[in-house]
């Protein structure tokens, strides 16, 4: 089974950063790609950006907006999601996601591999 275990979430006033880390095992990080998804109570998960750590290109969604910005340590097997300017509206539950080769990079439906989450609250 793939482990993905998230850490980094808190509460930040708005304005504020986070960095958010997303640790695979060695062999989930090397095979597939990584991605970042959120979700909001009453709304639908959506992607935020997502790498590939074997080729290092991201790819990022709506939700990143200039903002977010996804990195890989590959010493560590760990993908991060750095957030800056953060706003309240980015205040959810931030979920790290695997899969091997996913239709849509971005789509959280192509993922079959989850991590139990982290959250993330920003106050105004």
């Known amino acids: 089974a793939q482990v993905l275990r998230e850490s980094g979430g808190g509460s930040v006033p708005a304005g504020g950063s986070l960095r958010l880390s997303c640790t695979a095992s060695a062999s989930t990080y090397s095979s597939n790609a990584l991605a970042w998804f959120r979700q909001a109570p009453g709304k639908e998960r959506e992607g935020i950006a997502a790498?590939?750590?074997?080729?290092?290109?991201?790819w990022y969604g709506a939700p990143a907006a200039g903002r977010f910005t996804i990195s890989q340590d590959n010493a560590k097997n760990t993908v991060y999601l750095q957030m800056n300017r953060l706003k309240p509206e980015d205040s959810a539950m931030y979920y790290c996601a695997a899969a091997a080769s996913p239709a849509s990079i971005l789509n959280p439906l192509d993922y079959s591999s989850w991590g139990q989450g982290t959250q993330v609250t920003v106050s105004s």
């Open positions: 790498i590939y750590p074997v080729y290092g290109s991201p």
